[in-house]
């Protein structure tokens, strides 16, 4: 049977929870001191609540019973995806601005839009990838849509995920070579979190592709993303942080009312790969 626990990353999880319970609109006010004190521990635990039905499971079973529960969410238009990454992905220093994925760079919530110098709606799992492009679901699915400067995310392009290459501008420590894109240390197991939500949540219902994580960089259009044994170790290495683990919370309170599993369990990725 698979042990669920709750390590200092879920424990964090649940404090972040209790701090936006309340506020019409999510706020960055959270500190650690806030996130440790005793009235944050009494948030509902989401094991016997919203993972109810997968707890215990592993392999198929358990990826199976997460499709279910994860599919249940509000979905939104590609248009309300700009608002809702001025939330979800706000600067914790800066409420006038929003963190970029690969650069780490702070930048003006107003600076969206197409232009250099802008930031626009990067799909981490690109959407070429299956061809689902920005069609409601996994076109619009802000679990792994995030703020990224224009000309950054065109050097990501469509790139499979692996280790290795060379820095570029406002890399912020990201890598590129001629077939893959290596994120920054801070963000690689949020890459990766990312990427099995997509292969979990897309599984060729609804008239989208089921969406699968293998060990390729070459996937091009196929709804492939790879590299499979490079994105578990990301996710191993780089546990979530207070920020992800925010994001998540934000995004079932507020907008799409499902989870990352793998943000709130990251050891189920193990469990299913």
């Known amino acids: 049977m698979l042990a669920i626990r709750i390590g200092r990353h879920r424990a964090a999880a649940l ?16 500190n650690t ?15 016997d609540t919203y993972y109810k039905d997968a707890v215990g499971k592993t392999g198929d079973d358990l990826k199976a019973s997460l499709h279910t529960i994860i599919s249940d ?13 001025k939330t979800t992905d706000q600067d914790p220093a800066d409420s006038g601005s929003v963190i970029l994925l690969y650069s780490g760079l702070s930048r003006s919530k107003s600076s ?16 070429s990838h299956g061809d689902f492009g920005t069609a ?29 290459g060379s820095a570029f501008s406002d890399s912020g420590g990201s890598l590129t070579d001629s077939d893959s894109f290596e994120p920054r240390d801070a963000v690689k197991g949020d890459v ?10 897309y599984e060729g219902g609804e008239g989208f592709p089921d969406l699968e994580v293998n060990g390729s960089v070459d996937n091009g259009s196929n709804p492939y993303i790879g590299k499979l044994s490079v994105l578990k170790t990301w996710n191993d290495e ?26 709130d369990h990251p050891e189920w990725v193990e469990a299913i790969w």
């Open 238 to 263: 780089d546990p979530p942080d207070a920020f992800e683990e925010r994001r998540n919370q934000v995004i079932y309170d507020t907008y799409q009312h499902n989870r990352n599993p793998f943000v």
């Open 192 to 201: 990766a979190r990312m990427i099995f939500y997509m292969a979990v949540r």
């Open 112 to 127: 969206n839009g197409g232009d250099s110098g802008d930031w626009n709606r990067e799909h981490v799992w690109a959407k």
């Open 33 to 47: 001191a806030t996130a440790t004190s005793p009235a944050a521990q009494t948030t509902a635990d989401y094991d």
């Open 136 to 164: 409601t679901g996994p076109g619009t699915d802000i679990h792994h849509l995030r703020p990224e400067d224009v000309t950054v995310n065109s050097v990501r392009g469509n790139k499979d995920f692996d280790d290795g």
């Open 15 to 30: 404090a972040t929870a209790a701090v936006l319970t309340g506020l019409a609109v999510p706020s960055l006010a959270a």
């Open 73 to 85: 969410q509000t979905k939104l238009s590609y248009d309300a995806v700009w608002d809702a990454l």
